[in-house]
């Protein structure tokens, strides 16, 4: 015996209960179901006995790529008693304004994701006091001042304490960020600093010359292609990029100081050509020259407020917010984004293609641009971003 049910609804209740009445009465004939449409069932439904099934079954997966807003997830404290509460604010990987998604990645811009999460703090009274978490060696100029400019707009709407915990790489951008913050904890082992700016640009005129390429611009405005990897950069064009690239550093310098500047050693508060002629003869530490130094040496030359553990940044902002030292600690989630500690980080980094092979200059589909941004390894200077 066959038995079709195209379209469960409300009206073919009858049709329900007699699948159910042959099931009952011990049917031995197959009864296939096909249902079409919505289905909805509410209260209790139990079902006696043993139910075997046998077939396909077929499943669909939404492709509309909705995402669920990010809500409060709690990860640490007593989140029984309600209250108010502080919360982490990841900020990991490279921070450029665009999609950075890789295998296994999110997926998502990370200035677009940090807007969302403040904003969901700003409209969220029980969030008492604010962790930015970073754990970056910096990015793009234009994006991490938008982050940063983000934390004060946080800042003034709510007025809520903001620390910022430098994990193991505190550097450039992520830096930048960090000195919004009304105070800043570093690991010991943490890597900080690289208050720099940096600009990938590369000749590849005899690479290209090797396979008979030879490029042919039809342009108007002679330095339009100001920076072209096809051609050498002339000396006013390379003048042209540079002061663009001394502006950005003085709104990086300027920012430490204006916010670090009774903490910084009196050296690092004049001109470096000044501190080369000290008369003391004290040997001159220029904090502005891109170096990186650890999280120890950042704390005694200013740059940090305390040596620490994530802890005890959560503990320093709750304090700040006059919270009980058992106040619930939450990380900010999408549903399909696990958290189950203060620590776990959202996966988001770029895809840099299954061949594992990177040629500097070649992938213009990310044009370069000004970086605060510490270059420790290959990938990052062959990556434009």
Do not use: W
């Given at each position: 015996m066959f038995f079709s049910v195209w379209h469960l609804r409300s009206s073919h209740l009858m049709s329900l209960l007699t699948l159910f009445l042959l099931t009952a009465l011990g049917c031995k004939h197959p009864i296939r179901a096909l249902v079409g449409g919505g289905m909805k069932i509410g209260g209790q439904m139990g079902v006696d006995g043993d139910i075997k099934m046998a077939g396909?079954?077929?499943?669909?997966?939404?492709?509309?790529?909705?995402?669920?807003?990010?809500?409060?997830?709690?990860?640490d404290g007593n989140a029984s008693c309600g209250g108010?509460?502080?919360?982490?604010?990841?900020?990991?990987?490279?921070?450029?304004?665009?999609?950075?998604?890789?295998?296994?990645?999110?997926?998502?811009?990370?200035?677009?994701?940090?807007?969302?999460?403040?904003?969901?703090?700003?409209?969220?009274?029980?969030?008492?006091?604010v962790v930015l978490r970073i754990n970056t060696f910096g990015g793009g100029v234009t994006a991490t001042?938008?982050?940063?400019?983000?934390?004060?707009?946080?800042?003034?709407?709510?007025?809520?304490?903001?620390?910022?915990?430098?994990?193991?790489?505190?550097?450039?951008?992520?830096?930048?960020?960090?000195?919004?913050?009304?105070?800043?904890?570093?690991?010991?082992?943490?890597?900080?600093?690289?208050?720099?700016?940096?600009?990938?640009?590369?000749?590849?005129?005899?690479?290209?010359?090797?396979?008979?390429?030879?490029?042919?611009?039809?342009?108007?405005?002679?330095?339009?292609?100001?920076?072209?990897?096809?051609?050498?950069m002339k000396d006013n064009e390379r003048s042209l990029l540079q002061s663009m690239a001394d502006q950005f550093h003085d709104r990086f310098i300027n920012q430490v100081r204006d916010a670090r500047g009774l903490n910084l050693p009196a050296l690092a508060m004049v001109d470096q050509d000044v501190a080369d002629a000290d008369p003391d003869g004290e040997e001159p530490v220029?904090?502005?020259?891109g170096r990186v130094v650890t999280g120890r040496q950042a704390f005694e030359f200013g740059l940090v407020d305390a040596t620490g553990y994530l802890d005890d940044a959560i503990t320093t902002a709750g304090q700040l917010a006059g919270l009980p030292s058992?106040?619930?600690?939450?990380?900010?989630?999408?549903?399909?984004?696990?958290?189950?500690?203060?620590?776990?980080?959202?996966?988001?980094?770029?895809?840099?293609?299954?061949?594992?092979?990177?040629?500097?200059?070649?992938d213009r589909a990310s044009m370069p641009t000004f970086l605060y941004l510490w270059q420790p390894e290959p990938k990052l200077a062959s990556q434009n971003f």
């Open positions: 396909e079954v077929t499943t669909v997966t939404r492709t509309d790529n909705t995402a669920s807003p990010v809500h409060p997830v709690v990860v108010r509460r502080v919360a982490i604010i990841d900020v990991d990987g490279i921070l450029v304004d665009r999609v950075v998604g890789g295998i296994g990645s999110m997926g998502e811009n990370p200035v677009a994701l940090f807007r969302e999460k403040i904003r969901r703090v700003e409209n969220d009274a029980s969030i008492a006091a001042d938008i982050l940063a400019h983000d934390v004060e707009r946080l800042k003034q709407r709510r007025g809520i304490p903001v620390v910022a915990c430098l994990m193991t790489t505190g550097c450039g951008g992520g830096y930048y960020l960090a000195t919004h913050a009304d105070h800043i904890v570093a690991h010991e082992t943490s890597v900080v600093g690289g208050i720099g700016v940096i600009l990938n640009a590369y000749n590849m005129e005899l690479a290209l010359e090797q396979y008979n390429i030879v490029s042919i611009p039809v342009k108007a405005g002679d330095k339009i292609d100001t920076g072209s990897p096809e051609r050498v220029d904090l502005f020259d058992d106040a619930a600690v939450v990380l900010l989630r999408r549903d399909n984004d696990r958290a189950l500690s203060e620590f776990d980080v959202t996966p988001n980094s770029p895809m840099t293609g299954l061949v594992p092979l990177s040629f500097p200059g070649m």
